[in-house]
């Protein structure tokens, strides 16, 4: 079975474990799924695609966010994740520059 392209926008968020990229998604055959790859890598191709680094370990689809405090992120599944302290104002301040450019769409 070759690999099947996912849609950006079933992507929840991918999770960084050293060089493996867990991505994890919505409503798909599976919820899951993880290759090799760095983070930073992953965060420069989909940035222009609505992603935010919330911390070294996460990189979410600004899509899915239900909730966003200093602290943590909640997605659409109820995952909440941890934002690191140092970069608390700059997606904050990322997320809010993203969701009024997106309030009609």
Do not use: C
Not at 13 to 32: G, M, N, P, Q, T
Not at 68 to 81: G, Q, R
């Amino acid at each position: 079975m070759g690999k099947q392209p996912i849609p950006v926008s079933h992507i929840l968020y991918i999770e960084s474990d050293k060089r493996l990229a867990v991505f994890h998604l919505i409503k798909e055959e599976r919820e899951r799924f993880s290759y090799y790859e760095k983070l930073s890598v992953l965060t420069a191709q989909l940035e222009p695609f609505g992603f935010l680094r919330i911390q070294k370990s996460f990189l979410v689809n600004m899509e899915h966010i239900v909730s966003l405090t200093p602290e943590s992120v909640i997605l659409s599944n109820s995952t909440a994740l941890p934002i690191s302290r140092q970069n608390s104002k700059m997606v904050l301040k990322i997320y809010a520059t993203w969701k009024r450019a997106h309030k009609f769409t």
